[in-house]
């Protein structure tokens, strides 16, 4: 009766059902999950409001790439970052997954392959399955700081894109410009998810590119706003003008980008750097914390470069839902086990760095009591 490509089980695992019998039974869980800035305490500028007031928001003027006004914002910003794109290198997008969305329709048939890395976000399998194209990951490893293992990562005849998530979710870690370039070399399109660019803990390698690249961006992280429902894609190299155009053959059918948004842009990024700093003094005083608190423990904190998480190794005395039940269940503490992002190992477990410092201090406390 419904298509194949929604065959997904539905039903909740185990953490999830726990939780739930919990939260009926009126207990005081300490989410170390929570990865929703608007949920977290931050303080958001009145000027966010007042911007959707502009009476041009009330007057619909389709425009499948996005309004010219909105794009020369989003120009303007990456003119500030140091790089340069032009306003119609710029395609807007309600969301970064939209965004892949696009891409995928874009770049793939039926049946081809975008390769994506292991671990990262536990979206791309649905996101591909909903375009009918297949996901082929590539792992990183490992070695006091993460790379990509080129020896697993190989390019067919099918192969249609490769995504790279800089810096990673949940690893933290940014691209190396040796990588960069051997992953160019390969000449495929690559999709450059940059949303936790803004939260780097150590400068970020500098990467200058000569093919296709898709860059993605958004409110979601850089202005801490995912309510906002606006990203884009930032198309560079050769055939990103021809990209371009089909991708807004795409964005026309859709016309998904709401109008009031797009008008509120300018105040929103204005906005977003009192918000940003807060995140990044949240995240920054987080990961301390969690790197003193357990240096004189059997808790190992992996190397973090950028973004909203940490990934804690615990002993495999417990595998990793074991670890994550008994904290939940023993302690009160939700945190995610790693295979929620495919890691290989064990075991490992994600904190979100964005929770607020109280809460993360008393649950990295209750882990280490745990161990």
């Known amino acids: ?36 800035p608007t949920r977290t305490g931050f303080i958001y500028p009145r000027q966010i409001i007042e911007s959707f007031a502009d009476h041009r928001a009330l007057r619909y003027d389709p425009a499948p790439r996005g309004l010219a006004s909105a794009r020369k914002t989003v120009a303007a910003y990456y003119a500030d970052c140091g790089r340069g794109f032009s306003p119609e290198q710029i395609l807007l997008t309600a969301s970064t997954s939209e965004a892949y ?37 590539y792992p990183l490893r490992y070695d006091g700081s993460w790379h990509i293992d080129f020896s697993s990562l190989g390019v067919t005849p099918r192969t249609r894109a490769i995504v790279v998530v800089n810096p990673n979710n949940p690893t933290g870690s940014f691209l190396k410009t040796e990588e960069w370039e051997r992953l160019e070399s390969l000449g495929v399109p690559i999709v450059c998810d940059e949303v936790f660019a803004d939260y780097a803990f150590e400068p970020a390698p500098v990467l200058a590119n000569r093919g296709l690249v898709f860059f993605l961006n958004g409110l979601s992280k850089i202005a801490g706003m995912p309510q906002m429902k606006l990203g884009w894609i930032a198309a560079s190299g050769p055939g990103a003008d021809t990209a371009l155009d089909r991708l807004e053959l795409v964005a026309d059918t859709y016309l998904s980008v709401a109008t009031p948004v797009q008008i509120a842009l300018p105040a929103l990024l204005a906005g977003a750097s009192a918000i940003a700093s807060q995140i990044r003094q949240r995240t920054r005083a987080n990961l301390e914390f969690l790197q003193t608190a357990s240096r004189k423990s059997s808790l190992a904190v992996l190397h973090v470069e950028g973004g909203w998480y940490a990934i804690a190794q615990v002993p495999r005395t417990r595998s990793e839902e074991e670890w994550t039940m008994h904290l939940l269940a023993e302690r009160d503490v939700l945190v995610q086990p790693g295979f929620f992002f495919d890691f290989e190992g064990e075991a490992y477990l994600v904190l979100s760095l964005l929770t607020a410092s109280g809460v993360f201090e008393e649950g990295v406390q209750r882990i280490l009591a745990s161990l």
């Open 1 to 36: 009766m419904f298509s194949s490509r929604l065959d997904w089980g539905l039903a909740p695992n185990p953490l999830s059902r726990l939780l739930e019998q919990k939260r009926r039974s009126g207990a005081r869980i300490l989410d170390l999950t929570e990865s929703n």
């Open 101 to 137: 969305s696009y891409l995928f329709k874009l770049l793939a048939d039926p049946g081809d392959e975008i390769l994506t890395p292991r671990p990262s976000y536990p979206l791309f399998e649905f996101l591909a399955a909903l375009e009918s194209v297949q996901i082929r990951q």
